[in-house]
């Protein structure tokens, strides 16, 4: 009789501790890092807990994106003002709603903890630094090392001690997942143009115009005098404008209502200038291309698809046959050239992939032939020209000039 009372005493006790358990479960009192109430983790682009109101800040895309494969390991870009940083990929969180940087940001590195990257198996935390956008918005995660590891799959978290401006908890954890490319893989930040990109043309020497051009974006030049531009007229790029360094514009017809030449307009070009060269330093300094993308071709390039990254040329490059540059909206191309670049063929943008983010660094005189419908940002050191029917989506920068002979020039989507 004792052993059979000490048995039901047992289960009773089981029973107990089972249902203490499932009333701490549905109350929310497990520890999901979220701190106190926090409930199940959501994935980015959930609405959060059932029933939550639509008020509730809470994360709604992530870059890596949720379950993402085939990762860079590695990111190049401007970090805290500097350019060409390396560092391991960074990772983001866009918010659906302006939040407060006091409950997100880590200052010094890792005294904050409410977005964090682990390894998933492991569970070794990333070491890592959080910054938020302007806006507030958008929140970056940026490792300490120079690259996270290959092959492996990382967690994300964001806890509920996040809070938009007004004061209000994201009412569920947010957990996403990813992982890395089997190698290690870097992936190219866009060159920053600064205040150059308000341009479409911007040269140090002037702009030779052949009438007409379409040009859609402004076009400056400096230092040279505004009389370099006299050949456009107000029409060919309203309802934009012309910006030089002085009041010497008379332009092609009696129309100057389009040209900026007082002192704040000179400031305005001559930083952009300044902008543009700064480029072209970050252009060059971009790690150089290796193996196939090195030397491509010989020089030579024959009619094939690029996979993004670093180009780089040490002779001058001939574009023979229409090149595909097939990517998503944030992958980056840059071109590093030692010398010309000639083409008359198309340079074709594929899948997302956006003109803003393919860069041209030349060193030696580009000349776009009559048939070349031509895709990027064109940073050079020397003349580009364009020869009758050439057309451009992107932009033409230049240490000296730019000629244009009826061309249509359009400036990237932002």
Do not use: H
């Given at each position: 009789m004792r052993s059979f009372s000490n048995s039901s005493a047992v289960r009773r006790v089981c029973l107990m501790a089972a249902l203490v358990s499932a009333l701490l479960a549905?109350?929310?009192?497990?520890?999901?890092?979220?701190?106190?109430?926090?409930?199940?983790?959501?994935?980015?682009?959930?609405?959060?807990?059932p029933g939550a109101a639509s008020v509730d800040p809470t994360v709604g895309s992530a870059s890596p994106a949720n379950t993402a494969t085939n990762v860079p390991t590695s990111t190049t870009g401007t970090v805290g003002g500097v350019n060409n940083v390396t560092t391991g990929t960074r990772l983001s969180a866009t918010f659906t709603q302006a939040m407060n940087p006091a409950t997100i940001v880590s200052s010094p590195a890792g005294t904050l903890l409410t977005f964090t990257v682990k390894e998933t198996v492991s569970g070794i935390n990333v070491p890592g630094t959080v910054a938020m956008n302007a806006a507030s918005t958008i929140a970056t995660f940026t490792p300490t090392a120079a690259s996270l590891s290959a092959n492996t799959q990382y967690t994300a978290t964001i806890s509920t001690a996040a809070k938009?401006?007004?004061?209000?908890?994201?009412?569920s954890l947010l957990v996403w997942k990813f992982t890395t490319n089997t190698t290690p893989l870097t992936v190219q930040a866009?060159?920053?143009?600064?205040?150059?990109?308000?341009?479409?043309?911007?040269?140090?020497?002037?702009?030779?115009?052949v009438p007409l051009s379409v040009i859609t974006g402004n076009i400056g030049t400096s230092p040279i005098a505004a009389a370099a531009l006299n050949t456009f007229?107000?029409?060919?790029?309203?309802?934009?404008?012309?910006?030089?360094?002085?009041?010497?514009?008379?332009?092609?017809?009696?129309?100057?209502?389009?040209?900026?030449?007082t002192a704040p307009d000179k400031t305005l070009v001559d930083t952009a200038v300044s902008d543009m060269?700064?480029?072209?330093?970050?252009?060059s300094g971009r790690t150089a291309g290796v193996g196939p993308f090195l030397n491509l071709g010989g020089g030579t390039v024959t009619a094939q698809t690029l996979a993004p990254g670093v180009y780089t040329w040490g002779v001058p490059v001939t574009i023979t046959g229409d090149i595909t540059l097939s990517g998503t909206a944030t992958d980056v191309?840059?071109?590093?050239?030692?010398?010309?670049?000639?083409?008359?063929?198309?340079?074709?943008?594929?899948?997302?992939?956006?003109?803003?983010?393919?860069?041209?660094?030349?060193?030696?005189?580009?000349?776009?032939q009559a048939t070349a419908d031509f895709t990027g940002v064109i940073l050079g050191d020397v003349t580009v020209?364009?020869?009758?029917?050439?057309?451009?989506?992107?932009?033409?920068?230049?240490?000296?000039?730019?000629?244009?002979?009826?061309?249509?020039?359009?400036?990237?989507?932002?």
């Open positions: 549905g109350c929310g009192g497990g520890d999901d890092g979220g701190g106190a109430g926090a409930t199940a983790p959501v994935a980015p682009g959930a609405a959060g807990t938009s401006a007004g004061g209000t908890a994201m009412p866009p060159i920053n143009l600064g205040s150059a990109e308000n341009f479409v043309i911007l040269t140090k020497a002037g702009v030779t115009n007229t107000c029409a060919q790029v309203a309802p934009s404008s012309i910006y030089g360094v002085d009041a010497a514009y008379t332009g092609a017809d009696a129309n100057t209502s389009c040209f900026k030449g060269q700064t480029a072209m330093v970050e252009a191309w840059i071109f590093q050239l030692a010398s010309t670049l000639t083409t008359d063929k198309k340079i074709i943008l594929a899948g997302t992939a956006l003109a803003k983010n393919v860069f041209w660094r030349t060193a030696g005189n580009v000349q776009l020209a364009l020869i009758t029917g050439a057309t451009v989506k992107g932009r033409l920068y230049s240490k000296t000039d730019t000629t244009l002979q009826q061309n249509t020039i359009t400036q990237p989507a932002p």
